[in-house]
Nanobody, 112 residues
Framework: QVQLVESGGGLVQAGGSLRLSCAASGFAFSRSVMTWARQAPGKELEWVSNISSDGSATDYLASVKGRFTTSRDNAKNTMYLQMNSLKPEDTAVYYC?????RGQGTQVTVSS
């Protein structure tokens, strides 16, 4: 079955950086479009980024474009989210997703 395990979250000051990882198993990762999404307290799940199966194409939420970079290593069945210039409004639980499947999430907290 699809398993997605996120890691790398934490507490960081505004302007700082974090790198999230998503370890995937149970499906054909190298043939799958993957997604990062986030959910802030009291808010709905929000799409953040997509990456094509071979990593050649990415797309981003307007508010993170230029600050976040999604990448993947298909040999390691792992996807990454490099987050730079973090803002307090980026505070959320971040999820790795494959279609409707998602992991347990990793908390990112940005202090002002």
């Amino acid at each position: 079955q699809v398993q997605l395990v996120e890691s790398g979250g934490g507490l960081v000051q505004a302007g700082g950086s974090l790198r999230l990882s998503c370890a995937a198993s149970g499906f054909a990762f190298s043939r799958s479009v993957m997604t990062w999404a986030r959910q802030a307290p009291g808010k709905e799940l929000e799409w953040v980024s997509n990456i094509s199966s071979d990593g050649s194409a990415t797309d981003y939420l307007a508010s993170v474009k230029g600050r976040f970079t999604t990448s993947r290593d298909n040999a390691k069945n792992t996807m990454y989210l490099q987050m730079n210039s973090l803002k307090p409004e980026d505070t959320a639980v971040y999820y790795c997703m494959k279609s409707s499947h998602r992991g347990q999430g990793t908390q990112v907290t940005v202090s002002s």
